[in-house]
């Protein structure tokens, strides 16, 4: 298999020069090409299949969603939409019906990493592409992974919370703990890290408390079915914001699909009652100032981008170019792959203080950890000394 990056954009120039050493220091404590075989006169014809939720999660599926969109506007594509009960077999179903009448299916979620291998392996004359499905050593040949350094925009995110915080106290939901590929931890560790790179920066201490919403498994169950509950639990969500902001966080970033709804709730309520300063949420994958409910919109402060959006959209115009390979495309801060909102304008007093590390992770000057220091089964708290 062969490992790709879409091509990076020269325009990023960082506006501060100098990113002081002692954040760099910091992170020590913590293919089958087709020729263009399109079946329909305007365009490729495409097949996607979203997870559980679908439409209207406001984040992941929507982003892979606006993707297509793209893709039929300036593209010609005709696209296939399904979305999966959360079943194998209804998946691996869906991804059959698809592949019949499709020069590509894309599949929206790391679940569908057994159906789609398996059906664009018996399928070899259509092409397969999985948001957040790794290669593995079991991928076929007409199969891409579009996967991203979630903690790379994650890590832009937590620099802003550690610069906007006024109790030096912030929190991270995640969706599930612990699936296959450990991708909501990517957010997590991203997170900390970044608050933690301006710990001596802003000469303070700092806190990060984590919970997690679901368990991807049951050790005393390991052979049950995995729960992915807290991808679409807004009530949890809310009851773990309001247990944070309770505690002394006034930012709290989720990664934690559309349960994050119910973390903008916490934060509108919490920040009505009488004596209570205002707080914030971070959205996640879409820019969620955008997505969300307008009632809400004032109390989330930036969004970590994962442009799910384009790299849908990159896919689709690979196939419809004759371009489209298997193997891995990464996107991360390099190709505007993931990054951070600014829709409200709440960032924009800090915007060269979250550029200023960033232009030291795009130039490989650090790598961002992807692991966290400490488990995601049981609430977690860091504290950051400077």
């Not at 910091?26 to 020729?35: I, N, P, R, Y």
């Not at 969109?69 to 593209?75: G, H, M, N, V």
């Not at 052979?223 to 944070?244: L, Q, R």
């Not at 590390?357 to 504290?383: H, M, S, W």
Request: include cysteine; proline fraction near 4%; charged fraction near 25%.
């Amino acid at each position: 298999m062969t490992e790709k990056t879409l091509k990076r954009s020269s325009s990023a120039t960082p506006l501060l020069l100098i990113f002081p050493l002692v954040l760099l220091l910091s992170f020590a404590v913590l293919s089958c090409g087709d020729e263009d075989n399109s079946k329909g006169e305007n365009g490729p014809r495409v097949g996607i299949v979203y997870d559980t939720v679908g439409k209207g999660d406001g984040s992941f599926n929507d982003s892979a969603y606006e993707g297509t969109k793209r893709a039929k506007e300036e593209l010609g594509a005709v696209v296939s939409e399904e979305t999966t009960d959360g079943t194998e077999t209804n998946r691996e179903e869906l991804l059959q019906s698809l592949a019949e009448d499709n020069d590509l299916v894309i599949a929206v979620g790391f679940s569908f990493e057994d159906s789609i291998k398996k059906v664009a392996a018996t399928n070899p004359d259509t092409n397969f592409a999985g948001i957040d499905i790794l290669q593995r050593e079991n991928a076929p040949a007409n199969f891409a992974s579009l996967v991203f350094n979630e903690a790379e925009g994650s890590f832009l995110v937590g620099v802003a919370a550690a610069l906007i915080s006024g109790t030096g106290k912030v929190g991270f939901i995640g969706g599930v703990c612990e699936t296959p590929d450990r991708l909501i931890e990517k957010f997590e560790a991203g997170f900390v890290a970044g608050v933690l790179a301006m710990v001596k920066g802003i000469n303070r201490n700092l806190e990060v408390e984590t919970a997690y919403l679901s368990q991807f498994s049951d050790p005393q169950n390991p052979d049950g079915p995995p729960d992915i509950s807290g991808f679409f639990n807004p009530d949890k969500a809310k009851e773990a914001a309001e247990g944070m902001f309770n505690n002394g966080s006034d930012i709290v970033f989720h990664a934690a699909g559309s349960s994050g709804a119910g973390l903008f709730e916490a934060a509108k309520e919490f920040s009505s009652q009488e004596g209570n300063s205002k707080v914030w949420a971070i959205g996640v994958d879409s820019d969620q100032y955008g997505t969300s409910d307008e009632s809400v919109r004032e109390y989330i402060l930036t969004s970590m981008l994962k442009r799910v959006d384009t790299a849908v959209y990159n896919i689709i115009k690979a196939q419809r170019d004759g371009e489209f390979s298997g193997g891995t495309v990464n996107h991360d801060l390099a190709n505007d792959g993931v990054g951070y909102a600014t829709s409200g304008g709440f960032v924009d007093d800090i915007r060269e203080l979250i550029e200023a590390p960033k232009a030291f992770i795009v130039r490989n000057l650090f790598d961002v950890p992807t692991v966290p220091v400490k488990g995601c089964r049981e609430p977690q708290t860091y504290n950051l000394r400077y």
